[in-house]
């Protein structure tokens, strides 16, 4: 049973650049949620996705969007991109919006902006 | 605001200590996490406390809630190496989204 996928591992980028990071949630999950981690903090939610929809969003400035497709895979576009915005991003999945689900986290990409 | 803050936010203990790790949150949640980071690796799931008293044990490790408090608690128990790591709480909402602590990181020391 595949968990939580995530790709690239590693991206560096320079500011005012884009990005794109991408992640597959684990087998029968639907829901993906997107948290950014700065180093030295704990992660900070950006948004969640579920049924295709943006359903709930942290206190991130419209440059971070996201999609989530179909299949319930989704992906984090960061546009103008910021020192800042340096990071460890994580997504993590879960069933449905219940209340009582565990959140699995998959293993991260770490974004470095020059 | 919504605020999860632990402390606390560094620990040094010796192997066979025993120690605990406090978790205090503002808001009614009748949801608390415990997860572990290992450096540069990604959140390990550790306990899910869904009631006011509920305490989950696992090695070592223990858990509780007391949601009247607003308060959590993870003991450790005889601490070994393979313990050292970032430990976070976090809380849950109606709809997942998880607010979390600024961590604490354990140090075992020989």
């Known amino acids: 049973d595949a968990g939580v996928t995530q790709s690239p591992t590693h991206l560096i980028k320079t500011r005012g650049q884009q990005v794109t990071l991408r992640c597959s949630p684990k087998?029968?999950?639907?829901?993906v949620s997107w948290y950014q981690q700065a180093l030295g903090q704990g992660p900070q939610f950006i948004f969640q996705y579920y049924e295709e929809e943006e359903r709930q969003r942290g206190n991130f400035p419209d440059r971070f969007s996201g999609h989530q497709y179909p299949n319930y895979s989704s992906e984090l576009n960061v546009n103008a991109l910021l020192l800042g915005d340096s990071a460890l991003y994580l997504c993590?999945?879960?069933?449905?919006?219940?209340?009582?689900?565990?959140?699995?986290f998959g293993p991260g990409t770490r974004l470095l902006v020059l | 605001e919504l605020k999860v803050e632990q402390n606390p936010l560094f620990l040094s203990m010796q192997e066979g200590k025993n120690y605990t790790i406090y978790c205090n949150y503002s808001?009614?949640?009748?949801?608390l996490y415990w997860y572990r980071q290992d450096p540069g690796k990604s959140l390990e799931s550790l306990f899910v406390l869904l009631s006011n008293g509920a305490v989950k044990q696992e090695g070592r490790l223990m858990a509780s809630l007391d949601t009247k408090a607003r308060l959590s608690t993870l003991h450790i128990t005889a601490a070994v190496h393979d313990l050292s790591a970032t430990y976070f709480c976090a809380i849950g909402g109606a709809t997942n989204k998880l607010i979390f602590g600024t961590g604490t990181l354990l140090a075992v020391q020989p």
């Open positions: 087998s029968g999950h639907d829901t």
């Open positions: 808001t009614t949640s009748d949801r």
């Open positions: 993590a999945s879960s069933l449905g919006q219940g209340y009582q689900e565990t959140q699995y």
